[in-house]
């Protein structure tokens, strides 16, 4: 096949390294991929490269002849994740050339809030409201009286996914873990698919096993730095008891601001026990390496579970060094016997047992973290994404007649200002399921 895939391709991209990676294995395959960069021009993220594994084109330069430039190809892909300056010309381009949407985060607020700031869209309250009714916009006003951030896209807009508005036309859709795929399944009516996240994880899956060479064992937190990380419970609970420390050091790697760094550090400073904190901000690849391999366990909590999958989680466990992840999204889908799992509301109490019996026994944790190693590096393979990818592609291609078709259907529809929430639409739905389910019947029976 010949594919075009849309992707932000930044040397610093998380889904540009996912891209590379599929990439690479559907050429081994004997596919031909094009890339196409989907970034904004004049944003950060456009300025770098990631190493170049096929023809790459921006998106800016195909724009005068659209339809017949990506017609040339069997099936297009877009990578859609919840940051409009990294998938601009997906969610442009995917409205005039429908392809399959490979959605990266099940929470996609913060992508509309920056969508509905570009001329000729909607207002975010106008989608929302579309997507998600009365009760969503009554808790968003609500939000506004007090802290937005916190307590609407951090919190309450979780219980209010908002997803048409960026996958307008798609064909299908894959998903990265099962607890949204059934959300996209139920907001978008076509075919969804959920495949495991692949990500690059060469170097950490030949880390060797991690010793106690410190004076203190080391847990550490990978990634952009913010509420959703939970680093203030680790804090609490390395705070909270003595023994605890006094064997483990806390070391946060990653983007944060100067006013958060300021609070978890005021937090570590007001703990009964003293804390041994090092917050490092964002750190050249090298160095994260380096963190990586000095490693004792890795903190992967999250809440709330707002991103489809998570990278770091793969890289933590590919590492071979004891995890701890949250209870939930796509952290549900790993074997109890591989993590260390955390459940909110009892996350300090929980951190603080873990870490316990990961000091108490941790030759035994280094044995839990190495099958967790051989479990993950297969899994989030680029090769098994690939050869599950590949025939999601081939059924989308073989219904996209029925697609277009409701595509159509549903134009008419909104012409006819027919409320999102109409039982009409399910009866359309439904009829356009009967009558293909029995042209399909009618056809085998010939």
Same mark, same amino acid.
């Given at each position: 096949?010949?594919?075009?895939?849309?992707?932000?391709?930044?040397?610093?991209?998380?889904?540009?390294?996912? !891209?590379?990676?599929?990439?690479? @294995?559907?050429?081994?395959?004997?596919?031909?991929?094009? &890339?196409?960069?989907?970034?904004?021009?004049?944003?950060?993220?456009?300025?770098?490269?990631?190493?170049?594994? +096929?023809?790459?084109?921006?998106?800016?330069?195909?724009? !005068?002849?659209?339809?017949?430039?990506?017609?040339?190809?069997?099936?297009?892909?877009?990578?859609?994740?919840? =940051?409009?300056? %990294? =998938?601009?010309?997906?969610?442009?381009?995917?409205?005039?050339?429908?392809?399959?949407?490979?959605?990266?985060?099940?929470?996609?607020? %913060?992508?509309? @809030?920056?969508?509905?700031?570009?001329?000729?869209?909607?207002?975010?309250?106008?989608?929302?409201?579309?997507?998600?009714?009365?009760?969503?916009?009554?808790?968003?006003?609500?939000?506004?009286?007090?802290?937005?951030?916190?307590?609407?896209?951090?919190?309450?807009?979780?219980?209010?996914?908002?997803?048409?508005?960026?996958?307008?036309?798609?064909?299908?859709?894959?998903?990265?873990?099962? *607890?949204?795929?059934?959300? @996209?399944?139920?907001?978008?009516?076509?075919?969804?698919?959920?495949?495991? &996240?692949?990500?690059?994880?060469?170097?950490?899956?030949?880390?060797?096993?991690?010793?106690?060479? =410190?004076?203190?064992?080391?847990?550490?937190?990978?990634?952009?730095?913010?509420? %959703?990380?939970?680093?203030?419970?680790?804090?609490?609970?390395?705070? !909270?008891?003595?023994?605890?420390?006094?064997?483990?050091?806390?070391?946060?790697?990653?983007?944060?601001?100067?006013?958060?760094?300021?609070? &978890?550090?005021?937090?570590?400073?007001? +703990?009964?026990?003293?804390?041994?904190?090092?917050?490092?901000?964002?750190?050249?690849?090298?160095?994260?390496?380096?963190?990586?391999?000095?490693?004792?366990?890795?903190?992967?909590?999250?809440?709330?579970?707002?991103?489809?999958?998570?990278?770091?989680?793969?890289?933590?466990?590919?590492?071979?060094?004891?995890?701890?992840?949250?209870?939930?999204?796509? *952290?549900?889908?790993?074997?109890?016997? *591989?993590?260390?799992?955390?459940?909110?509301?009892?996350?300090? %109490?929980?951190?603080?047992?873990?870490?316990?019996?990961? @000091?108490?026994?941790?030759?035994?944790?280094?044995?839990?973290?190495?099958?967790?190693?051989?479990?993950?590096?297969?899994? =989030?393979?680029?090769?098994?994404?690939?050869?599950?990818? &590949?025939? *999601?592609?081939?059924?989308?291609?073989?219904?996209?007649?029925?697609?277009?078709? !409701?595509?159509?259907?549903?134009?008419?529809?909104?012409?006819?200002?027919?409320?999102?929430?109409?039982?009409?639409?399910?009866?359309?739905?439904?009829?356009?399921?009967?009558?293909?389910?029995?042209?399909?019947?009618?056809?085998?029976?010939?």
């Amino acid at each position: 096949m010949r594919l075009a895939w849309y992707t932000p391709y930044s040397q610093f991209s998380a889904i540009g390294a996912f !891209s590379r990676e599929i990439i690479v @294995a559907l050429q081994k395959m004997g596919h031909e991929i094009v &890339l196409i960069r989907c970034e904004m021009l004049q944003s950060e993220v456009s300025k770098t490269q990631a190493t170049s594994v +096929c023809e790459i084109v921006h998106a800016s330069n195909i724009e !005068s002849d659209l339809e017949n430039y990506l017609h040339g190809f069997d099936m297009v892909i877009y990578n859609v994740g919840n =940051h409009l300056p %990294n =998938h601009f010309y997906a969610l442009e381009h995917q409205a005039r050339v429908p392809g399959i949407t490979l959605l990266h985060d099940y929470i996609l607020h %913060n992508l509309l @809030a920056e969508w509905a700031c570009c001329p000729g869209n909607n207002t975010y309250r106008d989608v929302l409201y579309a997507e998600a009714g009365e009760e969503a916009i009554a808790e968003y006003d609500e939000a506004l009286r007090g802290d937005v951030q916190r307590d609407w896209y951090m919190s309450k807009a979780t219980r209010h996914p908002v997803l048409r508005f960026a996958v307008q036309g798609t064909l299908g859709i894959v998903t990265h873990a099962n *607890f949204y795929r059934f959300v @996209a399944d139920h907001l978008v009516h076509c075919p969804v698919a959920t495949i495991p &996240l692949a990500y690059p994880c060469e170097f950490e899956s030949n880390l060797r096993k991690p010793t106690k060479k =410190h004076p203190k064992l080391r847990l550490i937190t990978i990634g952009d730095v913010n509420v %959703n990380k939970l680093c203030e419970p680790v804090i609490a609970s390395i705070g !909270s008891c003595p023994s605890l420390s006094s064997t483990w050091q806390y070391r946060i790697v990653g983007k944060v601001t100067r006013s958060y760094e300021k609070h &978890l550090k005021q937090l570590a400073q007001s +703990c009964d026990y003293p804390v041994d904190l090092a917050i490092l901000g964002k750190v050249e690849s090298s160095v994260l390496e380096a963190e990586l391999e000095k490693a004792n366990a890795i903190s992967c909590l999250r809440f709330p579970i707002i991103e489809g999958a998570s990278a770091s989680v793969v890289l933590s466990l590919a590492s071979g060094r004891p995890t701890l992840v949250s209870d939930g999204g796509s *952290f549900a889908e790993i074997p109890d016997e *591989f993590i260390y799992r955390v459940r909110i509301p009892r996350e300090v %109490n929980m951190v603080r047992e873990h870490l316990t019996a990961i @000091a108490a026994d941790y030759d035994a944790a280094v044995r839990r973290a190495d099958a967790s190693r051989s479990w993950a590096v297969s899994r =989030h393979s680029g090769r098994n994404y690939a050869e599950m990818l &590949l025939p *999601f592609i081939e059924l989308v291609h073989g219904e996209r007649p029925i697609m277009e078709l !409701s595509d159509e259907i549903g134009e008419c529809l909104k012409l006819w200002e027919c409320p999102a929430d109409s039982p009409t639409i399910d009866r359309v739905d439904s009829a356009i399921e009967t009558l293909f389910s029995n042209l399909q019947i009618a056809s085998s029976s010939d």
